[in-house]
């Protein structure tokens, strides 16, 4: 990133795990710049690379946030109300248009992720386990640092998992296992009676390792995890450590499916079939279903005899009109899958009583499924 400071042109590095772009427009601000104007030229496309006082700086991004949320929405004459559909592509829209615009204030590091800023946190080991090491300066947004200085309580932390008896520590990037339904079902469905003569699992697309660690608790003697993302590798071989079950569960970089064939295979796909506007949102949009449509249709052929698979889905997509029923379900029969159960569970996270979330038609009526499936004959 390049940018002019007492008359020379100075450089540093841009750094943004979101993949937001270098700006091209930089103003040098400090503790004189006023939210009214730092607000708009954030709106028009100007970064602020700031110099004042950390703080400072956190009430302003604080204060153009809130400008962000009282701005009215832009009404055009509509012959009929907006369809889910339709509520959805504007939220996710506001969504990108208020990270773009908060993402504009800046944040000067040095080496090793020093912040030379008056009272500035130590943010080091926040910054390295977000970006790695950092040999020379560079700049990110403050939006950004403080998003990793949260993951990073949230590591130190961990989320309290009921059927482990312990905690789960998700790192940064890694979807965190804090909506409890869907690993309370994998805690409590019916094992496949195939699971007793060969007593291994397969867990595709790990994440932080939730999964295979729940179904090492119940007694499943061998599970192979895998990812094909760092972050998440790292983080559920740390986790599996953790909770002393590196001997049970191992972890294995792969796309999908490991080598060979189980009699139970789990799976927890991102939910929401949409294009992610960041690479840390794959966790949660599945563009064209990739994955889902990977899973199940390799699923059948990596299945011993009387085996299942266990599909752990949300039905929002369905709510929000991105994909109805009646795909999922052809989907099944072109993989020569069959239902042999399935269980359901209503989510109690917040979200799904906000009345205010322009999501809430689709989030009330959201039940998280786990789809037992086997082959057909």
């Known amino acids: 990133m390049r940018w002019v400071e007492n008359g020379e042109e100075r450089s540093a590095?841009?750094?943004?795990?979101?993949?937001?772009?270098?700006?091209?427009?930089?103003?040098?601000?400090?503790?004189?710049?006023?939210?009214?104007?730092?607000?708009?030229l954030a709106c028009e496309g100007t970064a602020l690379l700031w110099r004042g006082d950390f703080q400072n700086a956190r009430q302003l991004l604080q204060a153009m946030a809130r400008r962000l949320d009282r701005k009215p929405e832009k009404s055009t004459p509509a012959k009929s109300p907006p369809s889910v559909n339709d509520a959805?592509?504007?939220?996710?829209m506001a969504q990108a248009q208020r990270a773009r615009t908060l993402g504009m204030l800046l944040i000067p590091f040095g080496a090793d992720h020093v912040i030379a800023l008056?009272?500035?946190?130590?943010?080091?080991?926040?910054?390295?386990?977000?970006?790695?090491?950092?040999?020379?300066?560079?700049?990110?947004?403050?939006?950004?640092?403080l998003g990793a200085i949260g993951a990073h309580e949230w590591?130190?932390?961990?989320?309290?998992?009921?059927?482990?008896?312990?905690?789960?520590?998700?790192?940064?990037?890694?979807?965190?296992?804090?909506?409890?339904?869907?690993?309370?079902?994998v805690a409590s469905a019916p094992l496949p009676a195939a699971l007793a003569e060969n007593s291994l699992a397969?867990?595709?697309?790990?994440?932080?390792?939730?999964?295979?660690?729940?179904?090492?608790?119940?007694?499943?003697?061998?599970?192979?995890?895998t990812d094909q993302d760092r972050r998440a590798l790292a983080c559920a071989?740390?986790?599996?450590?953790?909770?002393?079950?590196?001997?049970?569960v191992e972890v294995i970089e792969a796309d999908?499916?490991?080598?060979?064939?189980?009699?139970?295979?789990?799976?927890?796909?991102?939910?929401?079939?949409?294009?992610?506007?960041?690479?840390?949102?794959?966790?949660?949009?599945?563009?064209?279903?990739?994955?889902?449509?990977?899973?199940?249709?390799?699923?059948?052929?990596?299945?011993?005899a009387g085996g299942e698979g266990w599909l752990i889905l949300s039905d929002l997509a369905e709510h929000l009109g991105l994909r109805p029923r009646a795909m999922l379900l052809e989907l099944f029969d072109k993989a020569r899958l069959k239902v042999v159960g399935r269980i359901d569970v209503r989510p109690t996270h917040p979200k799904a009583l906000d009345t205010s979330d322009p999501l809430h038609t689709a989030r009330a009526a959201e039940v998280t499924s786990l789809w037992r499936l086997g082959a057909a004959e």
Not at 21 to 35: E, F, G, I
Not at 88 to 92: T, V, Y
Request: charged letters at 25%; hydrophobic letters at 40%; glycine letters at 8%.
């Open 256 to 304: 999908l499916f490991p080598p060979g064939r189980a009699p139970l295979i789990v799976c927890n796909p991102p939910w929401v079939p949409a294009k992610p506007s960041s690479p840390l949102e794959y966790a949660v949009y599945d563009p064209d279903s990739r994955m889902l449509r990977g899973f199940l249709g390799g699923l059948a052929e990596h299945l011993e």
């Open 13 to 40: 590095a841009w750094r943004s795990e979101a993949g937001v772009a270098v700006p091209k427009r930089v103003q040098l601000a400090d503790d004189t710049l006023n939210a009214d104007t730092a607000y708009r």
């Open 88 to 92: 959805f592509n504007r939220h996710r």
């Open 118 to 145: 008056r009272r500035a946190p130590d943010a080091r080991q926040a910054c390295a386990e977000a970006y790695g090491e950092a040999a020379a300066p560079y700049v990110a947004s403050l939006r950004e640092l």
């Open 202 to 225: 397969f867990d595709v697309g790990t994440g932080t390792g939730v999964l295979s660690a729940v179904l090492a608790r119940r007694g499943v003697r061998h599970v192979v995890a």
């Open 155 to 185: 590591r130190k932390k961990g989320v309290e998992i009921p059927a482990l008896a312990g905690r789960i520590h998700p790192h940064y990037g890694v979807f965190s296992p804090v909506r409890g339904e869907y690993v309370a079902m």
């Open 237 to 248: 071989r740390e986790n599996v450590e953790r909770l002393g079950m590196k001997a049970q």
